[in-house]
């Protein structure tokens, strides 16, 4: 195991705030779960962050209101279906009520989708949520023989800013 993989990247990531390396651990031991582990754990994270989202996001709260629709309906994963869907306009447009705690934002990772589509879609994420974001990333590199300190390049498309 070389030395930034065993003590370098642990340590940036404790400076950032971050814990990618325990949620890869958390990954790697789910994927040997049998199904029906998986579900209850999709099934029970499922409720919970449909809770928090009803009870910090005003958006969701006022569109399920709207709907007719409350979190303690779901009772299974299929229940999600009787939610209004969402799409990146109504969250664009709703600003920071789409937003979990927005007196925090400063705190969370701000992203900027490409804007593929037309417009480029920005979004927030809390340390803990990109930590689980890196770890998956992390994970699929992984599963390609790719794995930390092990050097990599990163080539993007730059079309958009006309540097071809």
Sequence with gaps: MSSFRKWLYPFAEELKGRNV?????QLQEM???DRERIYEFQLNHLKQIIHYVYDNVPVYKKLWDRAGVHPDQIKTLEDLSSFPKTCKQL???AGDEAIAHPELKKQYVHFRSSGSTGKPFSYYLNKEHHSWFLASAFLGFYWAGW???DPWVRLQWLGK???R
């Design 21 to 25: 390396i325990e949620r890869l651990r």
């Design 147 to 149: 794995e930390i300190g």
């Design 91 to 93: 969250l664009s447009e």
């Design 161 to 163: 800013l006309g540097l």
């Design 31 to 33: 994927e040997l779960w």
